[in-house]
């Protein structure tokens, strides 16, 4: 088991709430819930794929308009959950 590491975090009474719900209903302690969702967010990270920047877009404008373009991709993401 690798060597863990005490720390302190804050978060909203409710957020707790309601992941102490979620450790009763799996049977585990609240500390191994936030563990799960630590590793799960630190395992989802994405990281830039080596091709980025390799190939022509086709559009003059991407760089310029690089934030609005990613804006656009989190919303269309968030709007298909």
Do not use: N
Request: aromatic share 4%; net charge neutral.
């Amino acid at each position: 088991m690798a060597r863990m590491s005490r720390t302190t975090i804050m978060a909203d009474e409710a957020l707790l709430d309601e992941l102490r719900e979620i450790a009763k209903d799996e049977g585990i302690s609240l500390g191994e819930v936030i563990r799960q969702g630590l590793e799960w967010r630190a395992r989802g990270r994405r990281r830039v794929p080596s091709f980025i920047g390799a190939f022509a877009s086709g559009h003059s404008d991407t760089s310029a308009r690089v934030d609005e373009l990613i804006a656009e991709y989190i919303r269309e993401k968030h709007a298909c959950r």
